[in-house]
């Protein structure tokens, strides 16, 4: 069969990025269906969600384009498997990734397999990354790159996913934006996923995590104020404490059988900088490496790779020692792992020490 007339879905979030995803399959031959996926619809606060304006903005987009366009609605299975676990992680004192959970619960399973199903032959979705060769590689323009969000793809899924813009520079897209007419070439790009995008996460938490009030103190115990409940805090946070005296105080810890939030003044504090932990919940994009293993790793989104050994502990589970000790690893993180430019897998960062 001709590639030329296989069908393609792509994920049309109303941006700049899926809307030339779009228009250069299109142009490259394809036959190619618009999708917005309807993940969260609540206003929260003094911030409304933009789910309205922005699939409006995709409509407009596969108009120009003149493909057909859908809005499909995963509202229940966001909820149940993204939102419910950013709850459920923060209410036992963790740091999670929604963005990797959307990605691995939402667009690269229902809304791939619903794809799949309805005859398309693959997605297609804007995120800055590359597929080559079944290997899983990061976006040419570095400050964009998205790979770290990928990591629990596997190889029988990136047969089916495409990134037609993972070998452009953002600006390049920009240029393409005018280029194809589109409405939306000059559009900012969005904050981060719908329910937690513009809104202010611990007001958001405050409201759905119960939490008690305790002490913050230093490592040696002087009490220096109060908390307002352990889960809206995350280690290295430096805001948000209302400390007067000698800060900034930077949390180090959480002490939850105290219900105590340790931090220290002090940027060089030993306890903020670590060079080992666990990994569980691994994936490996392809077959696991032999292990041990000297590679790169990183533990945050926008985060360079720092070479570490990464050592089985058992069935899926990691040690990762970092050669320099590294600041803020925080449980609930995802610990993403590089060879190069290839993206060999990664999991949840679990123990530190």
């Known amino acids: 069969m001709n590639d030329k007339k296989k069908t393609v879905v792509v994920g049309m979030s109303g941006g700049v990025d899926s809307s030339v995803t779009a228009a250069l399959l299109k142009e490259q031959g394809f036959d190619v269906i618009g999708v917005f996926?309807?993940?969260?619809?609540?206003?929260?606060?003094?911030?409304?969600?933009?789910?309205?304006?922005?699939?409006e903005d995709a409509r407009k987009v596969a108009q120009i384009l003149n493909i057909p366009f859908y809005i499909w609605n995963f509202e229940k299975e966001y909820y149940d498997k993204v939102v419910e676990y950013f709850f459920r992680e923060y209410?036992?004192?963790?740091?999670?990734?929604?963005?990797?959970?959307?990605?691995?619960?939402?667009?690269?399973?229902?809304?791939?397999?619903?794809?799949?199903?309805?005859?398309?032959?693959?997605?297609?979705?804007?995120?800055?990354?590359?597929?080559?060769?079944?290997?899983?590689?990061?976006?040419?323009?570095l400050s964009k790159d998205q790979s770290y969000f990928l990591y629990t793809l596997k190889r029988s899924q990136l047969?089916?996913?495409?990134?037609?813009?993972?070998?452009?520079k953002k600006s390049e897209v920009r240029l393409l934006a005018?280029?194809?007419?589109?409405?939306?070439?000059?559009?900012?790009?969005?904050?981060?996923?719908?329910?937690?995008?513009?809104?202010?996460?611990?007001?958001?938490?405050?409201?759905?995590?119960?939490?008690?009030?305790?002490?913050?103190?230093?490592?040696?115990?002087?009490?220096?104020?109060?908390?307002?409940?352990?889960?809206?805090?995350?280690i290295g946070q430096r805001e948000g404490m209302k400390l007067g005296g000698s800060g900034p105080y930077y949390v180090v810890s959480k002490d939850f059988s105290a219900n105590r939030l340790v931090v220290t003044?002090?940027?060089?504090?030993?306890?903020?900088?670590?060079?080992?932990?666990?990994?569980?919940?691994?994936?490996?994009?392809?077959?696991?490496?032999?292990?041990?293993?000297?590679?790169?790793?990183?533990?945050?989104?926008?985060?360079?790779?720092?070479?570490?050994?990464?050592?089985?502990?058992?069935?899926?589970?990691?040690?990762?020692?970092?050669?320099?000790?590294?600041?803020?690893?925080?449980p609930g993180q995802s610990a993403v792992i590089y060879q190069g430019e290839e993206l060999l897998g990664g999991g949840i960062i679990e123990q530190i020490f």
């Open 265 to 330: 003044n002090d940027k060089q504090d030993e306890q903020l900088w670590k060079k080992s932990f666990t990994v569980s919940e691994l994936s490996w994009v392809n077959t696991s490496p032999d292990l041990p293993l000297h590679t790169g790793v990183t533990i945050r989104y926008h985060h360079p790779e720092y070479s570490a050994k990464l050592e089985q502990i058992s069935g899926n589970k990691l040690k990762v020692i970092f050669d320099q000790p590294q600041r803020a690893i925080t």
């Open 159 to 168: 047969e089916k996913i495409m990134f037609p813009i993972g070998h452009l």
């Open 91 to 141: 209410a036992a004192g963790r740091t999670p990734n929604p963005d990797v959970m959307c990605n691995t619960e939402i667009k690269f399973k229902v809304f791939l397999e619903k794809a799949l199903s309805l005859g398309a032959d693959h997605v297609a979705t804007g995120h800055y990354a590359r597929i080559e060769r079944g290997k899983l590689l990061k976006g040419i323009d």
């Open 178 to 234: 005018k280029k194809f007419n589109l409405p939306n070439a000059e559009k900012k790009d969005s904050q981060g996923i719908c329910f937690i995008g513009k809104i202010n996460v611990t007001e958001f938490l405050k409201a759905h995590v119960k939490a008690e009030v305790g002490e913050i103190v230093t490592a040696t115990g002087k009490v220096l104020g109060s908390h307002d409940g352990l889960p809206y805090y995350t």
């Open 37 to 55: 996926m309807k993940n969260w619809s609540e206003d929260f606060g003094d911030h409304g969600c933009t789910w309205a304006e922005d699939s």
